[in-house]
T-cell receptor
């Protein structure tokens, strides 16, 4: 059973460009979470999604950031008009409905904004 | 407001030593406390977790001690090995809510020297 998959693993963007980060949860998992990790910081919750629904986006910046988890396909975290401060590691986690306490993390996408 | 405070920021021990990492939380609604281990370039992996109705939990060489009245918990690693060198994050979780987000400490970089 493959783990949580994220791509790309590394992404370089220039200021003002768009970044799209993809997350495929573990098979059978319908709950997806996105976290951001800044250098020497812990992970900060961004958004919690179930299929086709955003459950909690209290950690998402109000502007430029959006997330979706469509009925088919991976979850997408989209950052428009990136700025240098968006440089970070973005982790996706998933959990099954029967065990929402256990979140399985992917390897992360490291975003660098030049 | 940092809801989970973790210390120390870094820790160096010799092989066979017992590193101890401490965390304190503020929100009494938290009722599940996992520890994650993260190796460089990887995503966090669940190590061990505890609920506040028990004071101690052991899994292999890893032990969590929990003090509910002090709102503190700690991770002990028995007979530490160089392969345990990683960053360790404590986290807290409120299972009574609807968002299931993890609140992380800032992490402890553990180095175990041979």
């Amino acid at each position: 059973n493959a783990g949580v998959m994220q791509n790309p693993r590394h992404l370089v963007r220039r200021r003002g460009q768009e970044a799209r980060l993809r997350c495929s949860p573990m098979k059978g998992h319908s709950h997806v979470y996105w976290y951001r990790q800044l250098p020497e910081e812990g992970l900060k919750f961004m958004v919690y999604l179930q299929k086709e629904n955003i459950i909690d986006e209290s950690g998402m910046p109000k502007e430029r950031f959006s997330a979706e988890f469509p009925k088919e396909g991976p979850s997408i975290l989209r950052i428009q008009q990136v700025v240098r401060g968006d440089s970070a590691a973005y982790f996706c986690a998933s959990s099954p409905s029967r065990d929402l306490l256990t979140q399985y993390f992917g390897p992360g996408t490291r975003l660098t904004v030049l | 407001q940092q809801q989970v405070k973790q210390s120390p920021q870094s820790l160096i021990v010799q092989k066979g030593g017992i590193p101890i990492i401490n965390c304190a939380y503020e929100n009494t609604a938290f009722d599940y406390f996992p520890w994650y281990q993260q190796f460089p370039g990887k995503g966090p992996a669940l190590l061990i977790a505890i609920r506040p109705d028990v004071s101690e939990k052991k899994e292999g060489r890893f032990t969590i001690s929990f003090n509910k009245s002090a709102k503190q918990f700690s991770l002990h690693i028995m007979d530490s090995q160089p392969g345990d060198s990683a960053t360790y994050f404590c986290a807290a979780f409120w299972s009574g809510g609807s968002n299931y987000k993890l609140t992380f400490g800032k992490g402890t970089l553990l180095t175990v020297n041979p």
